[in-house]
């Protein structure tokens, strides 16, 4: 069996998953929701390390190490047997809330998703802590979504390897390939002089352990992701930076970049800091020069110029699927069918709370629809058409948990793309630095060469590995919650969710024609 039909075999038959290793912070004090306090009074007797499971108390000879409170389970811990608070016998521990997450985060990426997603990365195990792993603050978007109670629990007595979690990307019967991906995810587009090299091989790596897909961006394919040819996607944007007939031949999925949820309206922007000798040779331009793409294709006006475009990527690579980056204008679901007649396979609908910390604040802000509207305008506009089921849909901006993703598949996705999420499983910290070449202090999105080497890629693709274990576990226990057996069976599903606002609004109206409490 040759290794392009071993990807192809679905993989809801297969259901081999990669092994879940520690992968602990690289950094001395890893932060964590809660801090214990350990007073002059400990005599060092060792029983709260006996009792804790977590990990927590560790004694080292005839002292007691500092605590490893990232692990500890928070006020809730108070209801077990071996909370060490009440345990210790000189009442010389204190439990208390980091005062640090005051700080830490921001609305959309709380401190608490920062650190459940940290830990998940660590462990590849869903928290267990006091800790909300699945919402934000924002006020808005997936954070406004929940999930219904289910009325029954049908999957039940449905073991995790019989729910899958697999999705196609190749669904026109067009005689390319069928290609499978094991999780409904896979790596959005983060190019070379955006991230550091370790970055994009880390995620290319793990991608491929989980036989989905990683993504190029549009600055080029370096040669240390060849290994993982079968899954990269490389893009074409309106810039072409890097854009190589070998590359194309290269890869399954070939994605066209028309437009970015970030910044719809205007083209990629890479600041002269970070286009270093490497970066400046990758795309053939001047070292410290800002790169600028343009916007649009001037070679697409028209649905016509678009098919070109696509037909020209299938003469390229007879096997390669298409994939149609766009963003989210009011009119997104003319966009769709138009991208479907232009012989695409899927359609990569970006939204506007994802994208890069190079983005215009009035661009981020102000200007493309949130992707909570746009999937099931565009969803119900296919299903009307009598296309749904011969395209993939496929949609990122703001995906941050995996009770996003199958949000956003109830709403009318086949499945989504994930960017951020993976930067923050490296232990990224939200500290929109991201366009300065030595800004990022973690070496995440850094082009110094000293800074990136703070990355090894055993490290990061494991840490990623891990955090998509934890996410497929919990995709798992929303699927057998509904008595679903594949994910697919939640595609469209908007039955299965209701918003925050519209049930307060009922209840309040309810009150005020004096329906009681």
Not at 156 to 167: G, L, Q
Not at 219 to 240: C, K, R, S, W
Not at 364 to 391: C, T, W
Request: aromatic share 8%; with cysteine.
């Amino acid at each position: 069996m040759t290794a392009q039909s071993k990807i192809a075999e679905p993989a809801d038959r297969r259901q081999t998953f990669p092994p879940i290793k520690r992968a602990p912070s690289r950094f001395r004090n890893p932060i964590g929701k809660y801090k214990i306090r350990r007073g002059a009074q400990c005599i060092a007797c060792g029983k709260c390390a006996t009792l804790c499971p977590e990990g927590v108390h560790v004694k080292a000879g005839d002292a007691m190490g500092k605590p490893r409170d990232f692990y500890c389970l928070g006020f809730s811990c108070k209801n077990n047997s071996f909370y060490c608070i009440d345990n210790c016998p000189v009442h010389a521990l204190r439990l208390v809330e980091n005062p640090l997450c005051q700080t830490l985060g921001d609305l959309r990426w709380t401190s608490d998703l920062l650190i459940s997603t940290w830990y998940m990365a660590e462990t590849g195990e869903v928290p267990r802590a006091d800790i909300e792993y699945c919402l934000g603050n924002s006020n808005g978007g997936f954070d406004k979504l929940r999930f219904k109670a289910a009325d029954t629990m049908q999957g039940h007595d449905v073991s995790d390897d019989e729910i899958s979690t697999a999705i196609d990307l190749n669904r026109s019967n067009d005689g390319r390939p069928l290609v499978t991906i094991q999780v409904p995810f896979y790596g959005g587009g983060m190019s070379f002089g955006s991230v550091s090299l370790a970055t994009m091989v880390s995620r290319a790596k793990a991608a491929a352990a989980w036989g989905t897909f990683g993504c190029t961006g549009e600055g080029g394919y370096p040669e240390h992701l060849i290994p993982y040819d079968n899954h990269m996607i490389t893009q074409v944007a309106t810039g072409l930076f890097g854009v190589r007939e070998q590359t194309i031949q290269r890869v399954r999925i070939v994605e066209f970049k028309y437009a970015q949820g970030a910044k719809p309206g205007l083209g990629g922007h890479l600041l002269g800091d970070k286009v270093t000798p490497g970066v400046a040779k990758m795309r053939e331009a001047v070292v410290g020069n800002a790169l600028f793409s343009p916007f649009p294709f001037h070679s697409v006006y028209s649905v016509e110029d678009h098919k070109k475009h696509v037909d020209w990527i299938k003469h390229v690579n007879p096997q390669a699927l298409v994939s149609v980056k766009v963003s989210t204008p009011t009119d997104v679901d003319m966009v769709a069918v138009g991208i479907y007649y232009a012989g695409a396979h899927i359609i990569h609908l970006d939204g506007s709370y994802g994208g890069t910390g190079a983005a215009p604040d009035i661009a981020k802000k102000n200007i493309a629809m949130p992707i909570e509207y746009a999937i099931p305008k565009v969803h119900q506009f296919l299903l009307e058409e009598g296309i749904r089921d011969r395209i993939t849909l496929i949609a990122s901006g703001g995906i941050r948990t995996a009770h996003d993703v199958a949000k956003a598949i109830a709403l009318g996705a086949d499945g989504v793309v994930i960017g951020t999420a993976d930067m923050v499983a490296l232990e990224c910290v939200r500290c929109h630095n991201c366009e300065s070449g030595r800004g990022c202090a973690r070496g995440i999105a850094s082009t110094d060469p000293r800074l990136s080497e703070m990355i090894t890629v055993e490290w990061g693709a494991q840490r990623i590995i891990n955090l998509y274990a934890a996410w497929r576990t919990q995709l798992v226990q929303i699927l057998r919650q509904f008595g679903m057996r594949s994910i697919k069976e939640l595609v469209g599903r908007t039955d299965c969710l209701y918003h925050v606002d519209y049930v307060q609004e009922k209840d309040s109206v309810h009150r005020a024609a004096g329906g009681g409490n």
